[in-house]
C-alpha cells in the first residue's frame, strides 16, 4: 500500500505586499501551526519516507518547522522549481516518477494544485473528511491519502482512499 501526504504550507505573510510571491515569508501563524502539523503526522504514524516540496520560500520553512517534529533518522527532503504552483497534473506526473520502495511521501506545496489533485485521487474514504476536503483546502491543511499496490506509476484519479483531512485548527 502508498500512502500520500498532501501538506499545503503554512500561512504566509502578506507584510510587504512588493515581496515577490516565491520570496514571501511565514507569517507567526504559519510559524505556529507549521510544527503542531508536524507533530501530529508523527503521532499518527504518517512519517514520510521522502519530502517533495516546492522551492518557495514558505514551503521551505514549512518543513523546516515540521521535520524536527517528526523524529530521527529525518526523511530526505526534495527542494523542486517545478513543485511551485505546479497544476495537479504536474503534481501527479512528479509522483508517477517515483521508486516503488518510498512507500510515503509528503508533497509540500500550494493552493489550487494541492487541493485539486486530492479532490482527483479522492475515490472513497471517510464521508465527512471528503466533505470538508470538498470545501477548502486550508494552509497547513494535511490530507492524507492511501492507494492498493506498490507502484506510484499506477497512481490514477479516483484511485485513493481519503484516511484523514485536516486543517491547524482542528488539532487539540
Given at each position: 500500500?502508498?500512502k500520500l501526504?498532501?501538506?499545503?504550507?503554512?500561512?504566509?505573510?502578506?507584510?510587504?505586499?512588493?515581496?515577490?510571491?516565491?520570496?514571501?515569508?511565514?507569517?507567526?501563524?504559519?510559524?505556529?501551526?507549521?510544527?503542531?502539523?508536524?507533530?501530529?503526522?508523527?503521532?499518527?504514524?504518517?512519517?514520510?519516507?521522502?519530502?517533495?516540496?516546492?522551492?518557495?520560500?514558505?514551503?521551505?520553512?514549512?518543513?523546516?518547522?515540521?521535520?524536527?517534529?517528526?523524529?530521527?533518522?529525518?526523511?530526505?527532503?526534495?527542494?523542486?522549481?517545478?513543485?511551485?504552483?505546479?497544476?495537479?497534473?504536474?503534481?501527479?506526473e512528479?509522483?508517477?516518477?517515483?521508486?516503488?520502495?518510498?512507500?510515503?511521501?509528503?508533497v509540500?506545496?500550494?493552493?489550487?494544485?494541492?487541493?485539486?489533485l486530492?479532490?482527483?485521487l479522492?475515490?472513497?474514504?471517510d464521508?465527512?473528511?471528503?466533505?470538508?476536503?470538498?470545501?477548502?483546502?486550508?494552509?497547513?491543511?494535511?490530507?492524507?491519502?492511501?492507494?492498493?499496490?506498490?507502484?506510484?506509476?499506477?497512481?490514477?484519479?479516483?484511485?485513493?482512499?481519503?484516511?484523514?483531512?485536516?486543517?491547524?485548527?482542528?488539532?487539540?
Amino acid at each position: 500500500m502508498l500512502k500520500l501526504l498532501l501538506l499545503r504550507h503554512a500561512k504566509s505573510s502578506w507584510d510587504d505586499p512588493a515581496i515577490d510571491d516565491h520570496e514571501r515569508p511565514l507569517a507567526k501563524r504559519g510559524a505556529n501551526a507549521a510544527p503542531r502539523m508536524g507533530q501530529h503526522i508523527a503521532a499518527a504514524h504518517h512519517v514520510p519516507n521522502l519530502i517533495l516540496s516546492s522551492d518557495s520560500v514558505r514551503t521551505h520553512a514549512t518543513v523546516a518547522l515540521v521535520l524536527p517534529e517528526l523524529g530521527l533518522p529525518a526523511p530526505p527532503v526534495r527542494y523542486e522549481a517545478e513543485l511551485y504552483l505546479a497544476a495537479p497534473t504536474d503534481i501527479l506526473e512528479r509522483l508517477h516518477k517515483l521508486k516503488s520502495e518510498t512507500a510515503t511521501v509528503m508533497v509540500v506545496g500550494h493552493n489550487p494544485g494541492l487541493h485539486l489533485l486530492a479532490l482527483a485521487l479522492t475515490g472513497g474514504g471517510d464521508p465527512d473528511a471528503i466533505k470538508r476536503l470538498a470545501q477548502k483546502f486550508p494552509t497547513a491543511g494535511l490530507a492524507v491519502l492511501t492507494f492498493p499496490g506498490k507502484s506510484w506509476a499506477n497512481l490514477k484519479p479516483g484511485a485513493g482512499t481519503l484516511e484523514a483531512f485536516l486543517g491547524p485548527r482542528d488539532l487539540v
